[in-house]
């Protein structure tokens, strides 16, 4: 392959050489300076041509930075709607499994309790007084149901995006190598 500006040098080495040996005209003179000016439009040229592409390229960096920041900020608004469909579908679940606890326990309290409090104790209150501890207690089992559904759901999501990721680890690493054997 050729040196790049190969002419240009060659043009220079005898232009010196006819400096150092004094043997210089006007000829040679007007034929430097017109390379030199040939050399510095082609110089403007490149650099001007330099120059647009560079704030092409800042241009496109700058979209791609703003673009990312847009991506991240819909993926912490896509990540925000996720939790509250969760939380939303997982309370629903675990309403509805309480519900159908409560009602058993409040049929059971009716149908065996309630007589042997009366028979005993004889006490009105005290039934309904049961009943709200039986709610409140129904209650707090309810939110650690919702607590454990919510785990259980996250921990399905990472065993996924982790197999995902494994996956992709091993595809990665088949690339490397199939690259590295060329």
């Known amino acids: 392959m050729k040196e790049l500006y190969h002419e240009e040098?060659?043009?220079l080495s005898d232009y010196v050489g006819k400096v150092k040996n004094k043997d210089l005209s006007m000829e040679d003179a007007v034929g430097i300076a017109?390379?030199?000016k040939d050399l510095l439009d082609q110089s403007k040229v490149i650099t001007r041509i330099s120059d647009r592409l560079q704030k092409k390229l800042?241009?496109?960096n700058q979209k791609i930075k703003s673009q990312n920041s847009e991506i991240q900020k819909k993926n912490s608004?896509?990540?925000?709607?996720?939790?509250q469909l969760d939380k939303m579908t997982v309370g629903k679940k675990a309403s509805r499994i309480m519900f159908v606890i409560a009602i058993v326990v409040f049929v059971?309290?009716?149908?065996?309790?309630?007589?042997v409090i009366q028979d005993y104790v004889g006490g009105d209150y005290l039934g309904l007084a049961l009943l709200l501890i039986i709610a409140m207690i129904l209650k707090f089992f309810e939110g650690g149901l919702e607590k454990y559904f919510l785990k259980q759901t996250k921990n399905?999501?990472?065993?996924?995006?982790?197999?995902a990721q494994k996956n992709q680890g091993v595809a990665n690493k088949?690339?490397?190598?199939?690259?590295?054997?060329?």
């Open 174 to 182: 088949s690339n490397l190598s199939y690259v590295e054997g060329k």
């Open 34 to 36: 017109v390379n030199y």
């Open 156 to 163: 399905k999501i990472l065993g996924n995006t982790s197999s």
């Open 9 to 11: 040098q060659k043009i």
């Open 77 to 83: 608004e896509l990540e925000v709607t996720i939790d």
């Open 108 to 115: 059971a309290e009716e149908q065996f309790l309630s007589p």
């Open 58 to 60: 800042d241009h496109a």
